[in-house]
């Protein structure tokens, strides 16, 4: 049987043992590039705003995925959001006993399409749905333009 012969038979299908050297390299793209710029030197959550469609994404994104248009308009998410879902790792990456259990969750913001999943810095019989949160950055000097810049949202002082 070739490449090009199709076969609904699963008994004739060929293999071969070995590995497949695969690289990934993600970019985050012009949109991310200047969320991440604006998070490590101003300490600000940026998002897209559609006019048209007048939604605002989070992550942002370079075109609205209702109506295809360009995004330029960019706005500051507000300063706390909520949280919509959470769970509670005990594990880590290894699959070993985590030295004391995280709490991830989804926050949203008020008017923003989308959203995070980040660390809650909080202990996790405090964490319920509607918990409002706000982000923890590293200190200035410390931000190196990534994701990790916010170290954990917290819960928010009233």
């Not at 071969?16 to 490590?40: K, V």
């Not at 500051?76 to 969750?105: C, K, M, S």
């Not at 989308?114 to 590293?138: D, M, Q």
Request: proline residues 8%; aromatic residues 10%.
């Amino acid at each position: 049987m070739t490449f090009i012969e199709k076969t609904t038979d699963h008994r004739k299908l060929r293999r071969w043992e070995g590995n497949i050297e695969a690289d990934y390299i993600y970019t985050s793209g012009l949109a991310g590039e200047r969320f991440f710029t604006e998070l490590r030197k101003n300490g600000r959550i940026l998002a897209t705003h559609c006019p048209r469609c007048d939604l605002t994404y989070l992550p942002p994104r370079m075109y609205c995925e209702r109506c295809l248009a360009e995004l330029r308009d960019w706005k500051e998410v507000p300063a706390t959001g909520r949280v919509e879902a959470f769970t509670v790792a005990r594990l880590d990456e290894e699959g070993h006993e985590a030295p004391e259990p995280q709490v991830w969750a989804f926050i949203k913001f008020p008017g923003i399409h989308g959203g995070f999943v980040h660390i809650v810095a909080a202990p996790e019989e405090k964490v319920k749905r509607g918990l409002e949160v706000r982000p923890r950055l590293k200190p200035q000097p410390l931000r190196t333009g990534e994701i990790t810049d916010i170290e954990a949202f917290e819960p928010a002082e009233h």
